[in-house]
């Protein structure tokens, strides 16, 4: 029983107070074994080796590697550019120092994929020419805009036609461009699609294909439009860059002045497509002046670290457990990025688990890889160039576990833990025996456009958990893809409690 191991009383459990709850200690103990996996089978020796180093995992460590790689050193972690590589370069040192097997290209940390980007060169602009006021109106980066992190350079003016979601599909009978003419203009468009996943799976899946950024602004730029203003006020390198168009993402205000004196709100004929599947796009009768300047890099690389650390047993070779982090982040655009909970806070927990795991002297009969994903921001380019290029069979990888956003909150949620439940009662057993934090399980319909990594290996049918973290403190400006993303949002202790449970997770996994 593990609470009487005297590892644990030098750790400061109190011996009196050890009596006092001696036999509730054996009611819990009871419940936990049936519940306990090969944590507790382990001899008395291993399982000091395991509690000596899920000890050494600290908040400390894991907040350092965060600042680290929030820093201004790496600008943001944008694949292709110089910085993510800087930061791949110190992640794979990393592993280095604690003896990790390289397993990328060439006998290397680094699995390199092509990856086009662009960088941003100034917070651009945006004015609205002729407000009900009379006058201009000058956004303010940031509060009202962020210029595409896929836009090319120019500026432009031109009057602001509503093309709600920038669909046509003809075999849907639906064309948000019908009846209006956009050509050199600038068109007003909504993200996602007038469907949802979880309501009508058949519908979702028809509007589907139209979902994407991509296709948007092609559709855009096919209809002559000269720019576009997307409803979707986050930097978001997700998306195609096309010679000639330039690309704002604005907020509230912006969408609600281009909407002044028109008579419609932009919510109310959204509400509308959504419910009677017809178009309602119009012309605003205002006109934006919209600047953005880029540098477009076609021939972009980008890279995968992955470690790893080798099984004993040659029948498992082919049979990793995998634990996966996306390194990069937005870049500058133009300022920096830092992506602190997005996803700094992933890697430096999963760093935290392969020092321990390297570091704790147990042998483990599978392989258990390390996997630092790159473009996961640019359309998780990176997850599904290894998924493409793997040279086991999917089906016989034990587990993946992602780790997405990890550095925020109270809670744990195990995403897809309930299409897995198997795999989720490995994870449950370390918490509820070491760890102790609200651990929920939820169901992924894997249905819509991939946002995680983890979409590739549950398409490839790879048993897959994605933890995310949840319950934190509300802080009041937006600190999803914006520059707010920073380390003094996050709380350090979750970070450590997640990578204890990852810890003793892939010891369970990896030694089965
Ligand atoms: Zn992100």
Redesign the pocket.
Known sequence: MFILNPKLLNDGVNVKKMFLFYPLAIVIASFSLLYAQNINRKGSSDRDKMLSQFHKISSNTILEYVKELASNKYEGRLTGSSGYDAAADWAAALFKTWGLTPAGDNGSFLQKFPNPYTLVLDSGGLILNNPQTGGKIAYEYEKDFYPGATSDSGEITGEVVFAGYGITAPELNYDDYAGIDVKGKIVLLNPEIPASPDKDTETFMKWRPYSFHDYKMKNASSHGAAGVLYNYQIVNPNCVFIKNQIHIEVGSRVVSDLFAGTGKTFSELIKKIRTEKQPASFNTGKSVTMKCRSEFHPEGIGSNVIAKIEGTDPNLKDAPVIIGAHLD?LGMCDKLMP?AN??ASGVAVLLAAAEALSKCGLKFKRPIIFLLFGA??QGVKGSEFYIKNLNIPAGKIKAFLNLESVGRGEGIGAGSGKNYPELFKVIESANNEYVHRNLSASMNSNLARPRQDAAHFLWAHIPTISFGTYGAPPVDVPVY?TTYDRPEILTPEIMEDLGRIVFLSVIDLASE
Request: charged share 45%.
């Open positions: 982040h992506g997005d996803n996961e921001e893809h």
